[in-house]
């Protein structure tokens, strides 16, 4: 009967389709179950800070195996190293920053930004607690909290006024995009008012003193940008007042920059003595107020006072609270930032890691462990290796500590090589490794932890999240050096810095550079070098067009002096 079957039909194919379907139901199950336990068993990483050491791990974090959550008071990665430009107007403040959500969109949305503050660090609960300024009704205070299995830490420094009385009150800061907005525009200021109607010659002097107390590399670069702003824009704009103006730079060091090769501290001297930027090495700043500050003399005491129109305090970095109060929870004791092992592990916490400014790699420990790597080699204490136990530790050495080789290399102190070869060039039968014992032991002493730098932070996070992509193939495949004690190999190679040279801009298109192997270069070449560098170094094409633009229309138009 066609009835009966139609209706056989259409149980017979809606049987079929019931099969087909409950076939595809229980694929998609499947498959969304595996999505599930997939992500039930991605980790949850959560990440503190969207500075360089931040971005820099989210940049290459694999979020197929973990799930990110970021938190940052700062929305954006601001391009530090340009914010001395920022003050002056030769670049733009929204030219060096880039939105955090740009970064990590390209992950597919799959990292999920908070734009708050880190309180506290619970570690015993694996809890952080934020507070955001933007939605006060968020449990009543604006307050909510986070779970992790790993915590990155890379919450950077904050400024250090080593307890200065007046120094919060008076200064300007160059930390922030803001400090270098506020710094523009009180420059500004600073010249308008000097040419109000009725004020005496020596007030206008007062307001046209522009002092800068820290001659480290921002505080010379401002002094060198502000110098430069001054003699090619607003003198030209307010020529009455142009034989007023006077820029000093104050350090507590016998030279400025310091930290950089000799030759390169003393053309810096040399060129600020010629550009009229006075330079007063050897002196301490007691205290700053409104309108003065108390400046002593080391080398005979003696104490005075220097009227200011605008001061910039740029005398190195201090620790957050944050950090402080973790660095007491992991009983540290009195540190000026988190102690990490060589794969940035905090000390005494088994989940946390801490890179960029907040963070240093503890040198103390690395001694311990050279000399016991030494005695491990000399069993019988003789105080002499064979040549190949020689190598054996020089290698062990050397895969840990790269920066032994770097400091022996640098201080010239010895190249290890040399140690294997008697002065005809023999090869020796063994080895007295007092000597060298004695030059590792300044390792302890004269080392330094890594400078906080950018590069030194960004490098960090581009280590940690390759360690964190590769956890699982290293954990059947470890990398790492053998481990001292206990059995086996470590999973990862130790974090290794690759120095790539330092720049310091000097104003009047020249610029200073200390490269790798002991290349010191100085002059107008050198600031195209910077040039190149610093747009090859943004992190997107948006900032480097914005950049390389700003540089251009400066270079046409010059600087723009309105106060905006
Ligand atoms: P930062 O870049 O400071 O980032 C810290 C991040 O943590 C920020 O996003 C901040 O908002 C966030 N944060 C702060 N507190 C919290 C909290 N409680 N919770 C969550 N997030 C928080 N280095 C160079 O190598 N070359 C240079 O030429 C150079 N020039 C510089 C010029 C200036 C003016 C300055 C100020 C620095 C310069 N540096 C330079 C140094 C360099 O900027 C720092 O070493 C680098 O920024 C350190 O990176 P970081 O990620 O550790 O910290």
Redesign the pocket.
């Known amino acids: 009967h066609p009835a009966g079957f139609k209706a056989l039909l259409l149980v017979t194919l809606s049987s079929g389709s019931l099969v087909a379907y409950s076939d595809s139901q229980s694929e998609t199950e499947r498959v969304s179950l595996e999505q599930n336990q997939k992500e039930q068993k991605k980790k949850k990483v959560v990440v503190?800070?969207?500075?360089?050491?931040?971005?820099s791990f989210l940049k290459d974090i694999d979020v197929s195996s973990y799930d990110v959550q970021v938190?940052?008071?700062?929305n954006y990665?601001?391009f530090?190293?340009?914010?001395?430009s920022v003050t002056c107007g030769t670049v733009e403040a929204r030219s060096i920053v880039e939105p955090v959500r740009n970064i990590i969109k390209k992950k597919n949305g799959e990292i999920q930004f908070f734009e708050?503050?880190?309180?506290k660090i619970d570690a015993a609960n694996n809890k952080v607690l934020?507070h955001s300024n933007l939605d006060q009704n968020l449990g009543g205070n604006g307050e909510f909290s986070l779970e992790y299995d790993y915590l990155v830490i890379?919450?950077?420094?904050q400024v250090n006024t080593f307890n200065t009385p007046g120094v919060r009150e008076n200064c300007h800061f160059?930390?922030?995009v803001e400090d270098?907005q506020k710094i523009r525009a009180s420059v500004i200021d600073s010249f308008e008012k000097a040419v109000l109607p009725g004020l005496s010659e020596e007030e206008r002097k007062t307001c046209l003193h522009f002092v800068i107390v820290g001659g480290g590399?921002?505080g010379v670069?401002?002094a060198a940008e502000l110098h430069d702003f001054i003699q090619e824009d607003l003198v030209t704009i307010y020529p009455m007042v142009k034989d007023l103006v006077r820029v000093t730079l104050i350090q507590s060091g016998d030279h400025i920059l310091n930290m950089f090769d000799e030759r390169i501290s003393s053309f810096a001297e040399q060129k600020f003595q010629r550009d009229g930027i006075e330079v007063c090495t050897g002196c301490r700043v007691l205290g700053v107020s409104e309108k003065s500050l108390s400046v002593k003399v080391k080398s005979h005491g003696e104490v005075y006072s220097i009227p200011h129109g605008l001061v910039i305090w740029?005398t190195g970095?201090g620790t957050?609270p944050?950090v402080r109060d973790f660095i007491e929870q992991v009983g540290q004791g009195d540190r000026r930032a988190l102690a990490t092992n060589e794969w940035l592990r905090v000390k005494g916490s088994e989940n946390v890691y801490a890179?960029?400014?907040?963070?240093t790699i503890d040198q103390r420990k690395i001694m311990e462990d050279i000399l016991n790597i030494f005695k491990a080699a000399d069993k019988d204490y003789s105080g002499t290796l064979t040549i190949s136990e020689f190598q054996d530790v020089v290698d062990d050495i050397l895969i840990r500590y790269p920066q032994v080789e770097l400091y022996l290399k640098s201080k010239h102190l010895m190249d290890v090589t040399d140690l294997l070869r008697d002065p005809e060039g023999n090869e020796r039968e063994s080895v007295d490794i007092e000597g060298f014992k004695l030059a590792l032991c300044q390792v302890d002493s004269q080392t330094k932890s890594l400078?906080?730098?950018?590069?030194?932070?960004?490098q960090q996070?581009t280590y940690l999240s390759r360690c964190f992509n590769r956890r699982q193939q290293c954990q059947e495949h470890p990398e790492g050096p053998r481990r001292f004690s206990g059995s086996g190999q470590h999973r990862f190679r130790p974090f290794r810095y690759k120095h790539f040279g330092?720049?310091a801009p000097l104003g009047g298109e020249q610029a200073a550079a200390e490269l790798p192997g002991d290349w010191v270069s100085m002059g107008h070449s050198t600031q195209w070098l910077w040039y190149s560098v610093y747009a090859s170094k943004q992190v997107s094409w948006r900032t480097r067009v914005l950049v390389v633009s700003d540089w251009a229309r400066r270079f046409i138009f010059g600087r723009d002096s309105s106060r905006i």
Do not use: H, M, N, Y
Not at 48 to 55: D, Y
Not at 80 to 84: A, D, G, Q
Not at 116 to 119: I, R, V
Not at 355 to 359: E, I, K, R, T
């Open positions: 503190l800070g969207t500075g360089w050491a931040g971005t938190v940052s008071p700062r990665f601001a530090t190293p340009l914010l001395p708050a503050e880190c309180l934020c890379a919450v950077g420094a160059l930390k922030e270098a590399p921002t670069e401002f740029s970095v957050r944050l890179l960029g400014d907040c963070a400078p906080a730098t950018a590069q030194v932070a960004a996070g330092k720049f």
